[in-house]
């Protein structure tokens, strides 16, 4: 267990611990009150709260937002010295918004911590910001680190994260520096108000993230940059226990693009693979170019299909057009959840022509040997069904997308 003091009246306990394997942590945060009478020990008025991610897939957590029906109460039993026992109960909430009834214990010595390899720090604006991390994970070649922090409120809902680095690093997650100005790095921190979300993206902020070690499945980084008001992020620095890290080989010919939604929710992915394999092919008059890509060791399938009266060659292909030039399909589906259980899909079709989203591919070269191009404009996705249940779609900007095959 780490433990962390604060300021606030009277005393705040905050306890975090994991699991014997590494994936799966506990956050309590709790905080005494010796004066009150008839005496428990603690003040549950206070913003306590309980937060326990399960196999990094998915999170219960006490909901501040829904009192007096989702809290948690606390009871001290004993404290001798920094020796701290104390009982909890209440209820839970997990990423689907469904409810659970806890009841527990835990023990710990006060002003100790087992140095897990699971934390973050950083200056904002020098403002500190430090915690742990709830998930670790490589999911379509970028290592995604979603955080809280020890002491804040855990507002943390199912739009916006308290704390999340994104490094899109490879299937290999290897030493290097990364910049978010190649589309390589996200950042974002949410805060209390009055400034309350601070975000990097490949177009807002600029950050540096330089990987300095990765052994096993540990990897240690520092970050440095400004946010999209222009704060400065000094001295960040982070250490990670990557859940079921498998390293994949970087093929020489790869995909890439970014995804986001409105910059105000912060609310940003990066996703990259191999190139499988590149095909013309003609059928019923029509010529295709069908381009095939894959990641998270062939568990996520990345494609590309356009098609025309004429060969395909250099310029653009679009949905909402044709017959000559035609964007049959783009897509990305994933086979690795997220810590909140949603995994990615994301796509354009016929089907979504005239649906208000427009995307396109630009050919940049063709010959019998390679080609090589961008997409752009928006997609489709499914990142939002978390929270209204499976088939629910939005709609998401497309960046720094480009793709390089052979035939």
């Known amino acids: 267990m780490d433990f962390v003091s604060s300021s606030e009246p009277d005393s705040v306990i905050v306890a975090t611990g994991t699991s014997y394997d590494k994936k799966a942590h506990i956050h309590f945060k709790l905080f005494m009150d010796r004066t009150k009478y008839p005496s428990t020990g603690t003040n549950n008025s206070w913003p306590s709260f309980l937060i326990f991610d399960t196999a990094a897939n998915n999170i219960v957590r006490s909901n501040l937002t829904l009192q007096p029906y989702q809290v948690v109460n606390y009871k001290i039993d004993s404290i001798t010295g920094n020796n701290l026992v104390v009982t909890y109960s209440g209820m839970l909430t997990d990423s689907k918004l469904r409810t659970h009834t806890i009841n527990g214990k835990f023990s710990c010595k006060l002003y100790t911590g087992s140095n897990e390899p699971n934390k973050f720090y950083c200056l904002i604006d020098s403002g500190k910001r430090a915690g742990y991390f709830i998930s670790a994970s490589l999911n379509a070649n970028t290592l995604i680190m979603e955080g809280l922090d020890y002491i804040d409120v855990a507002t ?99 995909w890439k693009f970014a995804a986001w939604i409105d910059h105000a929710f912060g609310d940003y992915n990066c996703y990259a693979g191999n190139i499988s394999n590149a095909v013309k092919t003609a059928t019923n008059g029509r010529n295709y170019l069908t381009i095939n890509g894959e990641s998270d060791n062939g568990a996520s399938v ?101 793709f390089a095959a052979n035939f």
């Open 156 to 254: 943390m809902d199912i739009y916006r994260r308290e704390f999340r680095i994104l490094v899109r690093t490879g299937g290999t997650i290897k030493p290097g520096i990364y910049k978010s100005s190649d589309g390589d790095v996200s950042f974002i921190s949410v805060v209390p108000p009055p400034v309350d979300l601070y975000s990097v993206v490949d177009t807002l902020g600029n950050m540096t993230v330089t990987i300095e070690s990765v052994t096993g499945n540990v990897v240690r980084g520092t970050f440095s940059g400004t946010d999209q008001w222009r704060f400065p992020i000094d001295t960040g620095s982070f250490v990670c226990n990557v859940a079921n890290y498998v390293p994949q080989h970087d093929a020489a010919n790869r």
């Open 302 to 402: 990345f494609k590309i299909v356009v098609s025309s009266t004429s060969p395909i060659i250099r310029g653009l292909y679009l949905i909402d057009g044709g017959p000559d030039n035609l964007l049959d399909s783009l897509y990305f589906k994933s086979g690795i959840a997220t810590w909140d259980g949603t995994i990615p899909y994301l796509y354009s079709h016929q089907g979504t022509a005239g649906g208000g989203v427009e995307t396109y591919c630009y050919i940049d070269y063709i010959d019998d040997k390679t080609v090589s191009g961008t997409f752009y404009g928006e997609i489709f996705d499914n990142l939002e069904d978390v929270i209204f249940g499976p088939g629910y779609s939005g709609a998401r900007k497309i960046h720094k997308a480009s």
